[in-house]
């Protein structure tokens, strides 16, 4: 190319360089000189000898050395078997740089990786050592079959399809395809039909909400508000200023200093799935810190109450900082501004954390006045409607 | 076993019947026993001595496949063991076992077994660690054989579509990591799969359906532990098997691609036979791996699920990460912002979450099984290539995937910005916009760092090739000057820097045919040469024989037999690049090695 590097032309015919031109810095130049295009290939360098190829002394090392290799492995595998009856469960050492470990763990573990190292790293050694170092060569071939083995290929199908006279009958060639495009149907409908339920409107739903009737539809008893995970009911005056207290709704969780034997014994079934929908977070602000009127409203004298499942994909939200009144979510970090109605002040969740309204029962305990009036947790599709 | 399998001539059946050769020795004759009875009935002898000839190359880059073949090997065999104790049960128990600390808690099955399997049965916390440090050490090492694959170009025909079947596993090795971290049902995993539902839920129109489907009615239910049970033993495994198994055979039909190097070239492989040299090299490099895996899990622990406690979906976990291998759908998470979230027509659409945890994985493994077939496109190439690029001879392929990979390195890193936040000492808001913001110039940056270091070290490359190496030796010359000799390569040291084919862009014809019409696919092909420019304008191209002999007409060089030059550059107007190597005729452009 000529001093001029001009990258975006493809082809520049030859003749306009000067003849000969030569760039000494990389030797670049026009015209060959008769010289080949390339390079040739020098072929296989000559081969090496190693000190087990050269003496009798050098491979006897080796196969010492394999040996040797091959002895830890039964060895390890020696260890391991004592070890397996010998070392009690529940002994503990301490090593240094790792720890506190279980005893019977790290002595199996590591014999049996002695075991196993010692067979690898002999028969590595051994193949380095000892076995042939001649390189061998072997000859690839193109992939593609030959012209008449795929010629071949076509005739099979097109005789396939012609004797049976799959060509010359539509009617088959129609039905079968259909059938054929068919038949997977059944099994799909089966796996799909069957996995699950639909969610109707459970997942706007929460045990606050109250029992479902059979017209489908919730209906609402205040509930108390009682502490996660004893059971017991929370009185207004035990939440001080800065205390966070997890609740789940009064009869979920066993509450044992309850009368009612049904308080008592709690939820039989479906705990779990009741609970990642009605936990909540219970906080006393300074009224006078609260900026949002509805929160004001919804709390009794700055305790406020908010969902516990975050807004973004329902890691339970949980870390209280209490001079700036925030709430983060462990699993991505979406804070959320308690003063603020938990509106999202950080990260990736978009809505504010649900209020539950709460107010306090003539025992002076608190109570949800209402259920949550927006579905709690992830966003889904209809959760608006 | 040679004789004894031979055929004999129908007329030989008779009196004085000759015996088969009988094999020398003693031992000899034993194998030979064998494997004629098995041969009698197969008639297997050929294809296996076939495949025990079968040459091998040899780099240490290809031994990063073979350890997540092994490694995946070592988690099937200590996950059939998990089997035999692991109960796939969310039914809840009281716990009785010997780890204190959890006495009389309530539990799912799972967790209990799980509990008993690190404390009850004795060895049991072994098999579970080597489980899971073999899942660790499968995906880890699946990564890292696909960017060799990558970065040398081994994905080019004929083998995309084991580069297809490649992607596929890796993407499914991450699938059964996941399965089998959420099975303990220990408070982390059980976190990770309260995620995952968020995940389904946040599908466009079919979320909640999809996610009552998965779990069988509302988070977490009974069903989610046995389903993923049978996805993680029975589904995934089976179809890893499969897909392991075409992916083997075929490089066995393909033989292994291999470095240029003196000897080498595209219709050969040089290497070792399979017998016996790589059959104890491969064989003991599997004991070497599992032993590996069986120190670690000795003497690190992975998992530790008893200190979680059982799940429960209120207690908070504090700081939770994911195994490596969900970090980067995890920082996606994170640093997507929620005004992705919004609503339309009352129904609400949360790409904050579902371009991350449904969008992400799909996308990057699309491109992924998409980039062979783009880049065979724009060269127009059809030729095999069974010897592979030096990274650095591919400097736009080898910018791209180091721009892929600081994407992914970025998103991973983005899932520790908590972590990062607390180690620093600074805001979390100030590091997720930071990771925000270097998604915007980090991979571009990247991209061009890599290309500029390519390309400096294919001119390293041609300057050893044209100057020699440095001989230490100073010489004087008549006129009193100074200078070193330079040492000419040997043919074979030579030979790796200079066997590679000259390219240069695709040009671009005319948008018009003779009459003025406009040509049928123009502007595809306006596409393409725009993007042949891309990948090759300034392509660094190997020295020829005439350029070397040139450069032989310098000081301290004695003239060989070339064309003498006519005229010298300034070495100041020499801007160091080069562009299309004129003295090669278009023929050569793409065309398969010509060696
Ligand atoms: C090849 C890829 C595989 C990967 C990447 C993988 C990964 C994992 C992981 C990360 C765990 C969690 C382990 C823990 O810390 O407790 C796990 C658990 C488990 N895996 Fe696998 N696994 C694989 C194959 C298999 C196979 C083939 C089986 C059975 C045939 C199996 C059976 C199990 C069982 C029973 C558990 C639960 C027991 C426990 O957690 O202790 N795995 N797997
Ligand atoms: S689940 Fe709370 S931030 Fe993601």
Redesign the pocket.
């Known amino acids: 190319m000529s001093e001029h590097d001009t990258p975006d032309t493809a082809v520049v015919p030859a003749d306009d360089f000067g003849h000969g031109a030569v760039r000494l810095d990389e030797g670049h130049v026009i015209g060959t000189g008769g010289l080949p295009d390339r390079f040739e290939n020098p072929g296989l360098p000559p081969h090496q000898p190693r000190m087990s190829d050269l003496t009798e002394a050098g491979a006897k090392r080796a196969e010492k050395q394999v040996a040797a290799l091959f002895s830890v492995s039964i060895l390890g595998t020696l260890v391991f078997l004592v070890s397996y009856f010998a070392i009690a469960r529940d002994t503990y050492v301490f090593i240094p740089g790792i720890g506190d470990v279980d005893l019977s763990n790290v002595v199996l573990g590591t014999s049996l990786g002695a075991a196993l190292l010692g067979i690898g790293l002999g028969a590595v050694h051994w193949a380095k050592t000892l076995m042939p170092d001649h390189e061998s060569v072997e000859m690839r071939h193109t992939m593609r079959s030959s012209e008449e083995r795929r010629q071949g290929f076509v005739d099979t199908l097109r005789a396939g399809g012609e004797t049976s006279q799959l060509t010359r009958r539509p009617l088959i060639k129609v039905t079968l395809g259909a059938a054929m495009g068919l038949f997977a149907l059944p099994l799909l409908v089966q796996l799909v039909g069957g996995l699950g339920r639909l969610p109707k409107n459970e997942l706007s739903l929460t045990y606050w909400s109250g029992e479902v009737g059979p017209d489908g539809k919730p209906h609402f008893k205040p509930l108390r508000l009682a502490r996660d995970p004893e059971g017991t009911p929370i009185k207004a005056e035990d939440v001080t200023i800065g205390s966070v207290f997890h609740v789940q709704p009064d009869g979920l969780l066993p509450d044992p200093t309850s009368d009612e034997p049904e308080l008592r014994a709690g939820l039989e079934s479906g705990i779990l799935e009741a609970k990642s929908k009605a936990a909540v977070l219970l906080m006393r602000l300074n009224p006078s810190d609260i900026k949002s009127q509805k929160e004001k409203d919804w709390g009794y004298d700055g305790i406020v109450a908010y969902s516990k499942i975050c807004t973004h994909v329902g890691c339970p939200v949980g870390l209280y900082e209490q001079q700036t009144h925030h709430l983060l979510c462990p699993c991505h970090q979406s804070t959320f501004d308690v003063t603020d109605d938990c509106k999202v002040i950080f990260g990736p969740a978009k809505r504010p954390l649900p209020q539950l309204k709460i107010t306090v029962d003539d025992e002076g305990y608190l109570i949800a006045t209402q259920p949550f009036r927006e579905a709690v947790g992830p966003s889904f599709w209809e959760r608006g409607q | 076993m040679s004789a004894s399998t031979s055929s004999r001539p129908a007329d030989a059946l008779r009196d004085g019947d000759s015996k088969h050769a009988a094999p020398t020795s003693k031992a000899a004759q034993k194998v030979g026993g064998v494997a004629g009875w098995i041969d009698d009935r197969t008639g297997a002898a050929g294809g296996v001595n076939y495949l025990l000839k079968k040459v091998f190359p040899d780099h240490w880059s290809f031994m990063l496949g073979e350890i997540a073949m092994y490694s ?1 090997i070592v ?2 065999l200590s ?2 063991f ?2 035999f104790w ?1 109960v796939p049960s969310a039914g809840e128990v009281v716990y009785h076992g010997s780890f204190a600390p959890l006495q009389g808690v309530k539990m799912s099955e799972a967790y209990q077994s ?1 509990l008993d ?1 690190s404390f009850d049965i004795r060895g049991g916390l072994v098999i ?1 660690q080597i ?2 440090w073999a ?1 660790l050490m ?2 880890v090492a699946v990564s890292a054989h696909m960017f060799r694959v990558f970065f040398t170009g081994a994905f080019r025909k004929p083998r995309e579509l084991n580069w297809v079947i490649g992607c596929i596993l890796s993407m499914l ?1 991450i699938v ?2 996941f399965a ?2 959420s ?2 049902d220990d408070l982390l995993s059980g976190t990770g799969l309260r995620a995952a539902e968020g995940f389904m839920q946040s599908a466009p129109v079919v979320g909640s359906y999809l996610a009552y489907l998965v779990f069988d009615g509302p988070f977490p239910g009974e069903a989610i532990i046995p389903r993923l049970y049978s996805v ?2 029975l589904l995934l ?1 089976a179809i ?1 098997i499969g897909l392991f198994t075409a992916h083997i055979v075929l490089v066995a039909v393909q033989k292994h691609t291999q470095f240029p190097g003196p000897g080498k070239t595209n219709d050969n492989v040089v290497g070792y036979p399979v017998m016996p040299v790589y059959a104890a090299k491969a064989g003991g490099f599997f004991f070497i791996v599992f032993g590996v895996i069986s120190l670690m899990a000795a003497l690190i622990q ?2 530790p ?1 008893w200190g979680y406690g059982p799940y429960d979906p209120s207690p908070v976990t504090a700081g939770s990460q994911p ?1 490596w291998y969900m970090g980067f759908a995890d920082g996606a998470l994170r640093i997507t912002p929620n005004w992705l979230e919004f609503t339309a027509l009352g129904y609400t659409v949360s790409l904050n979450i579902a371009l991350g945890a449904l969008g992400l994985i799909p996308v990057f493994y699309g491109v992924a099984i998409a980039y062979p077939f783009v880049e065979g496109w724009i060269k127009g190439d059809k030729g095999e290539h069974h010897l592979l690029d030096r990274p650095r001879n591919v400097p736009v392929r080898t910018a791209l995937g180091v721009a892929a990979l600081t994407y992914y390195f970025i998103f991973m890193f983005a899932a520790g910005n908590d972590i990062i936040a607390i180690k620093l000492g600074m805001s979390i808001n100030d590091i997720t916009h930071f990771f925000q913001a270097t998604l915007f110039f980090l991979p571009m940056l990247m991209f061009w760092i890599t290309k500029r270091i390519c390309l400096s070290l294919q001119r390293h490359d041609r300057d050893l090739v044209l100057h020699g190496r440095e001989s230490g030796t100073i010489i004087r010359t008549a006129d009193g000057k100074f200078f070193e000799r330079h040492e000419d390569l040997d043919p074979y040291t030579r030979w790796p820097l200079v066997q590679q084919d000259p390219v240069h862009p695709i040009q671009l014809e005319s948008g018009v045919d003779a009459n003025g019409v406009a040509r049928k696919g123009a502007r595809k092909e306006r596409l393409r040469a725009k993007l042949s420019n891309f990948y090759f304008r300034d392509a660094v191209n190997p020295v020829t024989p005439a350029e070397l002999a040139a450069a032989h007409v310098g000081p301290g060089h004695e003239a060989i037999d070339a064309e003498p030059p006519t005229h010298e550059i300034e070495p100041d107007k020499v801007d160091g690049r080069m562009g299309i190597d004129a003295v090669h005729d278009d023929s050569h452009e793409f065309g398969s090695s010509t060696h």
């Open positions: 995946m988690c099937l996950g059939v998990l089997t692991f799980t399997i579970r489980h899971h899942a499968f995906t090795a059964e990591g089998g971290y099975l303990p993680h033993v495994p890893l992975i998992n699920i195994d």
